[in-house]
């Protein structure tokens, strides 16, 4: 079973940014469509944005135009970027490949905790 390190996560204040990273020494992201989850305080595991084979990104709804999604084949590592953050992103973020969301939350990384206050 694949490992992926998730780091970057902090404490913020609303409308600040962070960047998350997925990493992995051997996993070749640009092999697999690889997304990022989160699962904030009291609800279920979701899906924020996917990065496709291809190169194509998805972005959810509730996200869109905040947060961006990339990766750096050379690093082996894929990134979040997210801007204009809200009280309603705090979660754990959690890195995974293309699956049904209630299966990607803990299955391949620990996460990386992300909390939005003033």
């Known amino acids: 079973q694949v490992q992926l390190v998730e780091s970057g996560g902090g404490l913020v204040q609303p409308g600040g940014s962070l960047r998350l990273s997925c990493a992995h020494s051997?996993?070749?992201?640009?092999?697999?469509?690889v997304g990022w989850y989160r699962r904030g305080p009291g609800k279920d595991c979701e899906l924020v944005a996917m990065?496709?084979?291809?190169?194509?990104?998805n972005i959810s709804n509730s996200v869109k135009g905040r947060f961006t999604i990339s990766r750096d084949s050379a690093k082996n590592t894929m990134y979040l970027q997210m801007n204009s953050l809200k009280p309603e992103d705090t979660a754990t973020y959690f890195c995974?490949?293309?699956?049904?969301?209630?299966?990607?939350?803990?299955?391949w990384g620990q996460g990386t905790q992300v909390t939005v206050s003033s």
């Open positions: 995974n490949v293309n699956r049904p969301a209630r299966f990607a939350c803990g299955s």
């Open positions: 990065l496709t084979k291809g190169g194509s990104s």
């Open positions: 051997t996993f070749t992201f640009s092999d697999y469509s």
